[in-house]
């Protein structure tokens, strides 16, 4: 079957650095994503990785390993508004979006 | 509008009633997509759209029907409800992200239902 496994919550300061874990085992591989849901409210999209590497948009990150089935978001200078949850989501081989349950992210001040 | 409107916010309906979840969109996007979202489980598609006219089963499409007349609006029917629908109901459509070239999805704020 397909799996997308990531931790149930975290917890991390303010302004310190936290990295949100996601391994796959997905029947093809066509991207990963990375949403953000606060609580109460839609996912929005953060990021997206087809090739293996480090992509950076601002204060977030996002890396793939395709051939370790695995992906990190790393988020820098944490911000109490990073209080949320992180979707990871893996496109298969039939383009359909197969979703992990979500890492809810606790910010301390 | 600006964006994907769902109605109702939130609702709470005895098992066995009809319910139709609305979703409109203004953003002329071709796909659109309904999804739950139950704690503990990542979101599961229930029906999809590639284009209007057109409708397609997703994972857990039993129980709901789906239409789509027009390109704006894509609603969800539960013909006889049951408890285990009880969710949060999320519709999204989706386009070609500028920067990424990836397929994104854009998400309505959620209906929730309660089935008693």
């Known amino acids: 079957g397909q799996n997308i496994d990531q931790p149930t919550e975290m917890t991390a300061t303010e302004g310190a650095i936290v990295q949100i874990n996601c391994t796959y085992q997905?029947?093809?591989?066509?991207?990963l994503f990375w949403y953000q849901q606060h609580a109460g409210e839609a996912p929005t999209f953060l990021s997206y990785n087809v090739l293996d590497g480090l992509e950076e948009k601002g204060r977030f990150s996002s890396f793939l390993s395709r051939s370790k089935g695995y992906s990190y978001l790393l988020l820098k200078e944490l911000q109490m508004k990073d209080s949320a949850s992180y979707l990871c989501a893996v496109l298969d081989s039939n383009y359909q979006l197969i979703w992990g349950a979500g890492t809810k992210l606790i910010i301390k001040p | 509008i600006a964006g994907i409107t769902q109605a109702p916010t939130s609702q709470i309906l005895a098992a066995g009633r009809r319910m139709t979840l609305r979703c409109t969109q203004d953003?002329?996007?071709?796909?659109m997509y309904w999804y739950r979202q139950d704690l503990g489980l990542g979101l599961r598609l229930i029906h999809y759209?590639?284009?209007?006219?057109?409708?397609g089963k997703g994972e857990v499409p039993d129980g709901y029907s789906v239409s789509r007349a027009n390109t704006d609006d894509f609603p969800l029917t539960l013909a006889s409800a049951v408890p285990s629908q009880t969710s949060v109901y999320f519709c999204a459509s989706s386009d070609t992200d500028s920067s990424s070239g990836a397929n994104v999805l854009t998400f309505g704020a959620g209906s929730r239902l309660t089935v008693l």
């Open positions: 953003m002329r996007h071709n796909a």
């Open positions: 997905t029947s093809g591989f066509n991207g």
């Open positions: 759209s590639n284009t209007a006219g057109t409708t």
